[in-house]
């Protein structure tokens, strides 16, 4: 199992793919376990096929938008305004989408090496999308195996600290 491998096993599921969708912007169901948390602005990603390899996207989420089509007809609306709420509809019947801009997409070149990419395609949907964890961000942003002296020697930005998490230590 790779580094991506590892971080996806311990990243929260929060979405999957949804449509319509585009290169330009993706729309995703937001699962009911993720639904009472702050998603706005957070940092989600994505694994996808492309060009034969594997593909990471990541982007922010720009919006959440609350859906329950059995209350959007104009008589369950009446009877909603009315009584406050229509069980056993209300709250049970709605669905929350969410739309997310991609900002940087990492092409896996297999030994936990990245290089950037491009979102040339649209996953399917039902693509699973997790938030973006600290190990996510160290695997694909430094884009090799690079510890703190490693980096000094590259003259990379790089906290004395911080090196790729290797399997064993997720």
Same mark, same amino acid.
């Given at each position: 199992m790779d580094t991506l491998q590892a971080i996806d096993s311990i990243s929260e599921t929060i979405a999957t793919i949804g449509s319509p969708s585009s290169?330009?912007?993706l729309s995703f #169901? %937001?699962?009911g376990a993720a639904v009472n948390n702050k998603l706005v602005g957070e940092l989600a990603y994505f694994a996808f096929l492309q060009d034969g390899k594997d593909h990471y996207a990541m982007g922010q989420i720009t919006e959440i938008e609350l859906r329950n089509l059995w209350l959007e007809d104009a008589t369950m609306r009446s009877l909603a305004r009315?009584?406050?709420q229509v069980n +056993? %509809?209300?709250g049970?019947? #709605?669905t929350h989408l969410g739309q997310m801009t991609i900002s940087a997409v990492f092409a896996d070149n297999g030994g936990n090496n990245f290089s950037p990419s491009i979102l040339g395609t649209?996953? *399917?949907t039902g693509t699973w999308t997790r938030l973006v964890k600290d190990e996510f961000l160290a695997a694909v942003l430094l884009l090799r195996n690079l510890t703190a002296k #490693? *980096? &000094?020697k590259e003259n990379a930005i790089l906290p004395s600290t911080a090196k790729i +998490? &290797?399997?064993e230590e997720i």
């Open positions: 290169t330009g912007g #169901d %937001i699962l009315q009584r406050g +056993p %509809i209300s049970q019947q #709605d649209v996953p *399917a #490693d *980096a &000094k +998490p &290797k399997f």
